[in-house]
DNA sequence: GTACCACTTAGAGCTAACTCTAAGTAAATT
DNA sequence: AATTTACTTAGAGTTAGCTCTAAGTGGTAC
């Protein structure tokens, strides 16, 4: 059995976290000892990862503790549940799709920006940056460093 | 040249959300007409969709404000903004690795749970969460629904 | 010329998710 | 026994990022 500290310590998540969790319907499993604190088994653990994963793929606190209350509630729901989780999995698929244009937005910049450092101007520098690996130039004409020869 | 409706429009956001970008320094570089109202150019709408993907890569809004800063200064500024682009290239790695992580384990629960509805109950079923593409086990003697046989 | 519409501003209101404070309790250490 | 520590609660405060309202302006359509 664990402590909300000793919790807070393995999740990463504080105190005041886990409690608002606690108190926002997402851990209706913990239990109290007889002094009324909090004590958390390892299944409780895992169950907080879970709520860790959904957080983290962007599923909102109510939308978690839906969930929860579906796992509460036994078998019956295990179709809605599986049905959450498909959805949350292509989610994370259009999150990454998504992420990855960004990054070749930035790729690009960076490679604008080692251009326009080599030349000391921007104006040097020229390339369309919504062509992913589109070939960027520098107008040695415009150079503020002039060109290293080899 | 474009209204704030336009661009709005044309970027996804919304008026509200561009005023506010401006008032929070974000597009110093828009002009105005003699009446007072935005003009947007397609260079501005470049640049809008450049705060966008730094913005959607977790960038926050100071941040974007620092770089935009540097953009205005010109090219003594040249080396900093590479070095943003760069950290911000590697945060969104840290980002894809942390998301495959997550979806690893969504892959696992939508497996658990296929199991768990074709089973019946979720007693039936055994699995680790923390290894991927583990191995998912269904105990026949606990199935509420019997095993389709061939 | 007047009605309408998109714009302008300042500033208030909203939401999600914490984050902290204050007052109090219970158990363990000195 | 007294102090320290980790916990408890209710509820207030904070932050980021919008989102909207109210009052007013300027240009176009009828």
Redesign the interface.
Same mark, same amino acid.
């Given at each position: 059995m664990y402590s909300i500290g000793q919790v807070a310590e393995k999740s990463g998540l504080s105190c005041y976290t886990l409690r608002y969790y606690d108190h926002e319907g997402l851990m209706p499993f913990v239990h109290r000892n007889k002094a009324g604190r909090r004590e958390f088994s390892e299944h409780d653990l895992?169950f907080i990862d879970?709520i860790t994963?959904l957080k &983290? %793929?962007g599923m909102q606190l109510r939308e978690i503790r839906k969930f929860v209350e579906m796992s509460m509630a036994g078998?019956e729901t295990? &179709?809605d549940?599986?049905a959450i989780?498909?959805a !949350? !999995?292509e989610s *994370?698929?259009d999150?990454?799709a !998504? /992420?990855?244009k960004? /990054?070749d =937005?930035?790729?690009f =910049? *960076?490679r604008y920006?080692?251009a &326009? $450092?080599e030349a000391? %101007?921007?104006d040097a520098v020229s390339g369309n $940056?919504e062509i992913p690996d589109a070939p960027i130039t520098i107008d040695d004409a415009k150079r *503020?460093k002039p060109k290293k020869v080899g």
């Open positions: 895992d879970l994963c &983290a %793929t078998d295990l &179709a549940r599986l989780f498909k !949350q !999995q *994370v698929h999150q990454m !998504q /992420l990855q960004h /990054l =937005k930035l790729n =910049k *960076v920006y080692e &326009a $450092c000391g %101007t921007e $940056c *503020v």
